[in-house]
């Protein structure tokens, strides 16, 4: 079992970078593929982007793709998520996910075991 923590969300102006962070801790971070998922106000949980446990398969939804960046450090027991030219759009409340041992990438939330609390995100135009 893990335990995962987010952090990094803020208010932002329209074109601006924020880093989120998922801190993971309780098991074996390394064997975990996460998955950074978003949920606007009066909207469904969607998929934004994820990883593999190895680090080597990512995924995007298709309007983030050049914009948003995910990455983990193993060393660090945390996932990333850049996010670069910033839209009001992508105000949201963010949350990291984990399942274990995800060597193929998973968009949907069933797919995932653990979940933290989420941190928002508000992009002001």
């Known amino acids: 079992q893990v335990q995962l923590v987010e952090s990094g969300g803020g208010l932002v102006q329209a074109g601006g970078s924020l880093r989120l962070s998922c801190a993971a801790s309780?098991?074996?971070?390394?064997?975990?593929?996460m998955g950074w998922f978003r949920q606007a106000s009066g909207e469904v949980r969607e998929f934004v982007a994820a990883?593999?446990?190895?680090?080597?398969?990512?995924d995007y939804l298709d309007s983030v793709k050049d914009r948003f960046t995910i990455s983990r450090d193993n060393a660090k027991n945390t996932v990333y998520l850049q996010m670069n030219s910033l839209k009001p759009e992508d105000t949201a409340v963010y949350y990291c996910a984990a399942r274990w041992r995800m060597s193929v990438v998973r968009t949907t939330t069933t797919d995932y075991d653990y979940w933290g609390q989420g941190t928002l995100v508000t992009v002001s135009s």
């Open positions: 309780g098991g074996s971070f390394s064997r975990y593929g």
């Open positions: 990883i593999s446990w190895t680090g080597g398969v990512t």
